[in-house]
């Protein structure tokens, strides 16, 4: 600036200069030299004065252009502008600033600044003022104005100037930063809002730079993987995760896939965990990877849920593959998309040739529109339409089926709708109905022949009675010889012979029918027996003058097992027979034997005659009870018609078989077949432990019977033999009886499942079980029939359906302890089993591996007793299976086996029951750990 000035002053003197140069030269007064400088420095000082002037006005003019032009950007600029004295009051504003404080200048000017402040930022302005005042140099503030809605904001920049007359000024500018606040609240709310996300999103984030190390840790992935944020930044991100070695993945690649990939990693406790594992490339603006952003989202929990679903869908699919109803899925224009089995079954198709075939394929040509116009409306307008029915369909091979169907509308996947019918054969219900009602035939007719045959009895029975009565009466009359008593006294044991026939016959057919008759099987030689029947009947055919032969195989062996007793009442009802409607020629017995190397053989007994035949009408009808031949009637040959009926029913029994050949009027041929006759005995037969030992074995012990039916014959047996038999139908508490009673053996009779049984039962057992006696179970349902709530109760089981010297075997074998229960690798261990074993003092070796997963298994055990839910249980179920078979705890295992069967049945008093065992084989692990 001073250069410039010096410049200006320097060209005036210049200009003044040559103008006095040219003033010289125009004077021509001599003078000397001195004046005549000194008048040239002062013609030169005056022009110089006056050039200045000139210039003085000159600038003047260009500084009021300056002036007016400052005042007039000072006044409009965009900023507000403000300047206040040592007192705070506003001494100029320019435009800009009025409007920010919406008033006029008049109104601004000398009024104290701090009163158009809001009171929230008095604090920040005067610390503004004397940070001012302090540095002598620039500061800031950010404040709040009042008189304003909305709150606004404002940033003030000021600086104090030089002294002045009237004393410092601190000049300010104020500009509205509202906008940038908000922006700024905005961002930090925000920024706020992203670390919430960040902090809480179930997500593990973690963030990697280029050598893999870690710079960003959210609390999820802390949670994960067990480790903290403070031990995993700066740490490689591979030295943190570990990958599952089983999960078949590089963690490497896994860094650059760049797509949810489903891995299993462990964490810090050493336990898996699946995540879906996610990794993108962090770039710079050169497009260089400078790290990478990582996400494991937990699915450990869905991949549970979605394997359960997947196990649900199985059970499901299962249920309908294997339920006995047929099942299939057409359509919304009736084409088949699934038929489960047993559809397939009824209509004797296979699923590929169902498939996309129409429905109306099983129905006649005549009424295919019917059905389709039916499936239409069902369709279309849902199950009010009446769809359920009895209808008539065909099968693949054209025969005629009858079925019972029903339907339901669903919606599939596609959002289209579709038919799901069910479908049941009653083919053969239908002919069962047909059959019951030609049964119904025959058994009006049996009836109507029953009728006959009581008119027929109530004759054959009064003719013996009028015999005995009268002779009776002529023995009481004392009006008789020596002969005639004879001959009283033989007519009253005939008739009386006869009556007693009479009545064995019907109350043989009335124990049959009852199921009395108990099948016996000993040891016995054809021959002796055939013998025997021969002297019975030799009188008979030697009277009626026609010949009885006997012809034994050489193929059949000295002894067989079969009833004997049983085996001659056939033969006395086959050969009686044909002695009776035999008046010439012969009867014969002819036995066969087909032995094999299993030690069985097949024994066929054939009764042949020539009397007098049996018609091919009448052949059907012989076997039925009440039924005589037509010319075979009472009258004339007398009987009852039950001799065949009895025969037949007592070799089903025995699992034989008759057969008939005849021709009437040339006799008949009988064959009696039994399939699988014993002949080759082992050393419980031959040698020293026969049978009759074993019942002397028997007979020495000391048996209680609880039983409500003291006439069960096997009962009986025992008794016959045995004084040292108590019999109880039922227990009192602490029962004396029972407890001085020395006690070998205990034996119940199954015969019902009343609560009233199960409860003696009960107080049976704790009293056996104080005694260490056994208690065997008898009964005629199979084992599985009986609740598992009894099956517990009892130690061993025998069914009455085997014969008696089988059961008397059975029980001996368990006295002589031969079949001791021991712990049986297999899953069907038998309940009576577990609950031994489970009593019993058993440890349970298991490694601390098996133990962690018992214990974990606990929990859900615990929700199974508690909920009783299906779904609970079944979980359970696959989860203890699982630990029983990496394990190897068979008992375990069986448990779960019988579990999965009862909740499979939904049976739930089984399942409770099951669920207790197993909380009992847990606590015994426990303690056995415990140690």
Request: hydrophobic share 40%; proline share 2%; net charge negative.
């Amino acid at each position: 600036m001073l250069s410039d000035k010096r410049k200006i002053f320097e060209e005036i003197r210049r200009k003044a200069e040559s103008l006095l140069d040219g003033r010289e030269q125009l004077n021509t007064l001599p003078l000397g030299s001195e004046l005549k400088d000194l008048l040239h420095e002062v013609e030169v000082y005056q022009i110089e004065l006056e050039l200045q002037h000139n210039e003085l006005l000159k600038a003047r003019n260009e500084l009021e252009i300056s002036r007016n032009e400052y005042l007039e950007l000072y006044d409009f600029a965009p900023v507000g502008y403000l300047s206040i004295d040592e007192n705070l009051k506003i001494r100029g504003i320019n435009q800009n600033g009025c409007l920010i404080f919406n008033k006029n200048k008049s109104q601004l000017v000398g009024t104290n600044i701090t009163k158009l402040i809001e009171s929230s930022s008095q604090d920040d302005f005067y610390l503004f003022i004397q940070e001012l005042k302090d540095s002598k140099n620039k500061s800031s503030a950010k404040i709040q104005l009042k008189g304003f809605e909305i709150p606004k904001y404002y940033m003030i920049e000021g600086l104090i100037s030089d002294k002045e007359l009237s004393g410092e000024s601190i000049r300010i500018s104020i500009t509205d930063i509202s906008t940038s606040v908000e922006y700024e609240n905005q961002i930090i709310s925000q920024k706020k809002n992203l670390e919430l996300v960040y902090n809480h999103i179930p997500i593990a984030l973690i963030g990697v730079d280029e050598s893999l190390k870690v710079n960003l840790w959210n609390p999820k992935a802390s949670e994960l993987t067990g480790i903290s944020n403070l031990n995993a930044i700066e740490k490689r991100i591979d030295d943190l995760i570990k990958v599952c070695d089983n999960s078949g993945h590089s963690f490497y690649k896994l860094l650059n896939n760049g797509k949810n990939t489903e891995i299993c990693i462990e964490n810090q406790s050493g336990s898996n965990r699946f995540v879906n594992f996610r990794s993108d490339p962090i770039y710079d603006v050169n497009k260089n990877t400078v790290g990478y952003i990582i996400t494991l989202e937990d699915i450990t929990d869905e991949r549970l849920i979605r394997q359960d679903l997947i196990q649900s869908e199985i059970r499901f699919r299962s249920i309908i593959e294997k339920t006995p109803i047929g099942m299939c899925i057409t359509d919304k224009n009736g084409f088949y998309e699934y038929v489960n089995p047993a559809y397939c079954e009824i209509y004797k198709f296979t699923r590929e040739e169902l498939i996309n075939q129409h429905f109306t394929i099983v129905v006649a040509d005549e009424i295919k529109e019917f059905f389709k116009n039916l499936h239409d409306r069902f369709i279309d307008e849902g199950e009010h339409v009446e769809v359920r029915g009895e209808w008539e369909v065909f099968d693949k091979n054209g025969a005629k089926l009858n079925i019972i169907a029903d339907a339901a509308r669903i919606i599939g996947s596609d959002g289209d709708p579709r038919k799901v019918t069910f479908v049941i054969d009653i083919t053969e219900m239908k002919n069962t109905e047909t059959r019951l009602r030609k049964a119904m035939e025959i058994a009006e007719n049996a009836n109507k022949a029953k009728s006959e045959f009581l008119a027929n009895m109530s004759h054959e029975i009064r003719t013996p009675l009028n015999a005995i009565l009268g002779f009776t009466d002529l023995l009481k009359s004392n009006i008789y010889s020596n002969e005639k008593k004879d001959y009283y006294l033989d007519g009253i044991s005939v008739a009386a012979n006869n009556l007693l026939m009479l009545i064995n016959d019907i109350l043989d057919l009335s124990k049959i029918e009852a199921g009395k008759i108990i099948i016996n099987k000993s040891k016995i030689n054809i021959i002796d027996l055939c013998e025997e029947v021969y002297k019975i009947f030799e009188i008979i055919v030697t009277q009626k003058n026609i010949s009885l032969e006997i012809n034994v195989d050489d193929s059949v062996p000295d002894i067989l097992l079969i009833d004997e007793i049983r085996l001659r009442q056939i033969l006395f009802n086959l050969v009686g027979n044909a002695v009776k409607f035999t008046e010439q020629g012969k009867v014969a017995i002819n036995v066969n034997f087909s032995p094999s190397e299993t030690g069985f053989g097949i024994l066929t007994v054939e009764v042949t005659d020539t009397g007098i035949g049996i018609s091919s009408s009448q052949i059907i009808s012989i076997f039925e009870p009440f039924v005589q031949s037509e010319g075979q009637n009472t009258r004339k040959y007398g009987g009852t018609g039950l001799g065949l009926p009895i025969t037949k029913r007592l070799l089903e029994m025995m699992d034989g078989s008759i057969s008939v050949v005849s021709k009437e009027g040339f006799g008949s041929n009988f064959t009696v077949t039994f399939e699988k006759v014993e002949y080759k005995f082992d050393g419980n037969y031959i040698n020293g432990n026969s049978l009759c030992q074993e019942k002397n074995d028997l007979v020495r012990k000391d048996i209680l019977i609880y039983s409500s039916n003291n006439n069960n014959p096997f009962f009986a047996n025992l008794e016959k033999n045995n004084s040292n038999i108590l019999f109880f139908d039922r227990i009192i508490d602490n029962d004396l009886k029972i407890i001085e009673f020395k006690i070998d053996l205990a034996i119940v009779e199954i015969i019902d499942f009343n609560s009233l049984f199960i409860e003696n039962l009960i107080k049976l057992e704790n009293i056996c079980k104080q005694k260490n006696i056994k208690i065997i179970g008898i009964s005629v349902f199979e084992k599985e029939q009986i609740p598992l709530e009894i099956r517990l109760l009892i130690d061993y089981y025998i069914n009455l359906k085997d014969d008696f010297s089988k059961a008397n075997k059975q029980i001996l074998d368990i006295w002589l302890e031969e079949n001791k229960i021991q712990q049986f690798n297999r899953v069907n261990i038998d309940f009576v089993e577990l609950k031994n074993i489970l009593s019993a003092d058993t440890l349970y070796q298991v490694s601390n591996e098996c133990m962690d997963l018992l214990n974990q298994s606990k929990q859900t055990l615990k929700l199974a007793k508690s909920t009783l839910i299906i779904d609970n249980i079944s979980k359970f179920t696959d989860q203890i299976l699982i630990i029983a078979k990496k394990c190897e705890l068979h008992v375990l295992f069986a448990l779960g086996a019988y579990l999965d069967d009862f909740t499979k049945k939904i049976d739930i008093m089984n399942i409770m029951i099951t669920l207790d065992l197993i909380e009992v084989f847990y606590t015994k692990i426990q303690l056995n750990n415990d140690k």
